[in-house]
């Protein structure tokens, strides 16, 4: 079965600073990995995805992840934190199983930048 | 123009009462979802229907059924309200097929609160 896990429950930089959100994942397939960002009292936003090719990519607001599969992982990164990427960030991976394509969410890292 | 939106935004009510949350989208997607997400935000997969088809139905009590009268509407309706369904329930969509590497789209939420 597949799984993500996401180690850190929060994760605290200061503003300017580099931040990283850790992400590793385990599915028996080739995984399509995902990151979503929630806003308090608000929906989950999509930000990225891994599905093939460069292993950097490229997503909304600056940020970007590194899939890197001897380690089976997949962290979220941004050069230069903002107070205003202070939020609940998911990391989410869907792999064939019965049929279906199930979505396997991590239970979250929460992001808290520091003016 | 909003993109997938729910009713209603808020539920209060009692133990043992029947309630519906509705769903829509106006992007075109073949899929939708549904999760439910705790107080520790934990986020979890309930059902997902692709072109009125369930696809996805996870381990959830049979108080919980979804219907989709078309692909741009899912509805969840709940039987027997208990204290442990209180929560925050999300439904998305994306489309799905020929891969599943498409994001999701999830809607603002609906914060069910049984008393």
């Known amino acids: 079965a597949q799984s993500v896990a996401q180690p850190e429950d929060q994760v605290n930089v200061a503003e300017g600073n580099p931040l990283t959100v850790k992400c ?6 080739n995984p399509y990995l995902f990151w979503y960002v929630q806003y308090p009292n608000r929906g989950l936003q999509f930000l990225l995805k891994y599905i093939t090719g460069d292993n950097l990519v490229k997503g ?6 590194e899939f ?11 050069p230069s934190a903002l107070v205003s990427d202070s939020a609940l960030y998911f990391c989410a991976v869907r792999e064939l199983s019965g049929g279906s394509y199930i979505p396997t969410f991590g239970r979250g890292t929460s992001l808290i930048v520091h003016p | 123009d909003t993109a997938v939106s729910q009713t209603p935004k808020y539920l209060v009510t009692q133990m043992g009462n029947d309630k519906s ?24 997969i309930m059902f997902s229907y692709n072109n009125k088809e369930l696809i996805i139905n996870e381990t959830v009590p049979n108080r919980f059924s979804p219907k989709s009268p078309d692909k741009a509407h899912l509805n969840l309706h709940i039987n027997s309200l208990e204290l442990g369904d209180s929560a ?28």
């Open chain 1, 24 to 29: 590793t994942y385990s599915v028996s397939g």
């Open chain 1, 68 to 78: 890197n599969k001897s380690q089976t992982s997949f962290h979220l990164k941004k």
């Open chain 1, 60 to 65: 909304s607001y600056g940020f970007e992840a």
């Open chain 2, 88 to 115: 925050v329930y999300f439904c998305a969509s994306s489309h799905l097929f020929p891969t599943p590497a498409y994001e999701q789209y999830f809607g603002p939420g609906t914060r069910l609160t049984v008393t």
């Open chain 2, 21 to 44: 949350i509705k769903c829509e989208q106006n992007l075109g997607h073949d899929t939708m979802y549904w999760y439910k997400q705790d107080s520790k935000k934990f986020l979890k």
